[in-house]
């Protein structure tokens, strides 16, 4: 039946109408002839018989066959009224049945679109043109940290950050007008707690049967996630740039000036008053410049170094203190141009198992940090055995470390201050701190109330395996 069509059924239903209407009009003119016949003949039909009985017979014949005749039309009207009954009753089965199995499709068709509105990953929600909202789905609820009640007795501005709201009224009127289809944006909305959140938004309009404007559709889509690697990348990239603007600062400083001291000994020499005293005074200073720029450019290869995971120490055993006394030593020149002295107290040995090259290089970066920091006061070295570890402080006089940045410090291209006041790459902590943590150790900073910066160095002594095995067995005990 569903599939003769809206108009064959119609048709279909008018023709039985019209069946129907037709054997009831004949059931009307046969009981409305019987009764005429009855009434108007009977009379004649007595005085007949009394008068001519042959004649009567005849007429009582030609009546009963009349009658007979009469019958049979009765009949077949009553019949063609019962299939017209019959015809109606089957087409009102077959309407039932397509409206019933209409509704049943409406129904499972409702049911899949609210499971799916419902259970969407993403928040959906039915927007009133005034900016009401109409209906929202759970994740929508959820994403701005309310209900879904809640929610529908807001507008969409009173939670749309201040800056935003502007934006998406001027893109709602476009749809309105017809001017655009659909719009897409990254916006902010105000959580229930105050805190700000990214979606990524796309807004369409729904019409009516005629065609105006009724309602907007929104699907929203968290970003908050994107949004922080996108900050993260922005970050990154903006300290690339200044530590490429203070690594070009940093090698350009040694460059220049060992240029300037090679053109001085060049011009003496041109002149014939390079004297043994200048050449050697020039010489000294130009390989301390190639010093500087060597240690510079040591500590880019470092860094490229780490990040390719290529550190690899190699413990054997050594004396800790001795390490410690040779870095100090070695930077002897630099405290002297800071104005600082270096004050060990060390015993007279600890043994340990480390890579005494690549603990002297850290040792050596926490010293250099702390004499461009306390420049012209003294920084004190203290190594001493604290149970299975050794522990190295290194205490300075300087500007200390605020404590919002002591771990930060640690990270590469990071200082304590800007570099516009102190020089450097910003590699020598992050590099320290990689070759102390390959140790099986750990490094840290403390402030001493505006008294300077204390750094703090815990080495295992029986070396890093050793450390870890100690670590796994904690942990099993526990």
Not at 54 to 71: P, V
Not at 313 to 331: F, G, N, S
Request: with cysteine; aromatic share 4%; proline share 4%.
């Amino acid at each position: 039946m569903a599939r003769l069509g809206p108009l064959a059924f119609l048709v279909l239903a008018l023709g039985t109408v019209a069946v129907g209407a037709g054997a009831f009009g004949m059931l009307s003119q046969a009981a409305t002839l019987d009764a005429v016949v009855s009434a108007e003949l009977a009379p004649i039909h007595g005085e007949l018989r009394s008068i001519a009985p042959a004649l009567a017979r005849a007429h009582d014949e030609a009546l009963e066959a009349a009658r007979t005749k009469l019958a049979a039309s009765i009949h077949n009207a009553s019949r063609a009224l019962l299939a017209a009954a019959a015809v109606a009753l089957a087409l009102a089965a077959g309407a039932f049945a397509v409206a019933r199995r209409s509704v049943r499709a409406l129904a499972r068709s409702e049911a899949r679109y609210r499971a799916a509105f419902e259970n969407a990953a993403i928040g959906i929600a039915h927007v009133g043109l005034d900016g009401r909202w109409l209906r929202v789905n759970r994740r929508y609820a959820e994403i701005l940290g309310y209900t879904e009640d809640e929610l529908c007795a807001l507008r969409f501005q009173d939670m749309t950050h201040p800056e935003d709201v502007g934006e998406n009224e001027a893109h709602g009127r476009r749809l309105v007008t017809g001017e655009d289809e659909t719009y897409t944006v990254e916006k902010r909305y105000l959580r229930r707690d105050g805190r700000a959140t990214w979606v990524n938004l796309t807004v369409a309009l729904v019409r009516d049967g005629a065609g105006r404007p009724r309602s907007f559709i929104s699907v929203a889509e968290p970003i908050d996630r994107r949004k922080a690697v996108e900050d993260e990348l922005r970050d990154a990239l903006r300290a690339r740039d200044e530590f490429l603007a203070v690594a070009s600062h940093e090698l350009r400083t040694p460059l220049t000036s060992l240029r300037l001291q090679l053109e001085g000994l060049k011009l003496a020499a041109a002149r014939g008053a390079a004297s043994p005293e200048r050449i050697a005074a020039s010489s000294g200073a130009a390989l301390r410049q190639q010093a500087r720029l060597a240690r510079l450019v040591d500590e880019l290869l470092d860094v490229s170094r780490l990040d390719r995971g290529e550190l690899r120490i190699a413990p054997r055993e050594a004396d800790l203190a001795e390490v410690v006394r040779v870095a100090a030593e070695r930077l002897g020149d630099a405290a002297s141009r800071a104005g600082s002295t270096v004050r060990l107290e060390l015993p007279d040995a600890m043994p340990a198992r480390i890579d005494p090259d690549e603990v002297e290089r850290a040792v050596g970066h926490v010293l250099a940090n702390a004499l461009k920091y306390g420049a012209g006061k003294p920084v004190d070295v203290e190594l001493e055995r604290r149970g299975e570890a050794g522990l190295l402080v290194v205490r300075d006089r300087g500007i200390g470390v605020d404590p919002s940045v002591r771990e930060r410090i640690f990270d590469r291209f990071e200082r304590a201050v800007s570099p516009r006041n102190f020089g450097g790459l910003g590699l020598g902590l992050f590099v320290a701190r990689r070759v102390i943590e390959a140790h099986g150790g750990r490094i840290a900073v403390e402030d001493s109330a505006g008294e300077g910066a204390t750094f703090r160095i815990e080495l295992p002594l029986a070396g890093p395996v050793a450390l870890e095995g100690d670590a796994r067995a904690s942990a099993s005990a526990g």
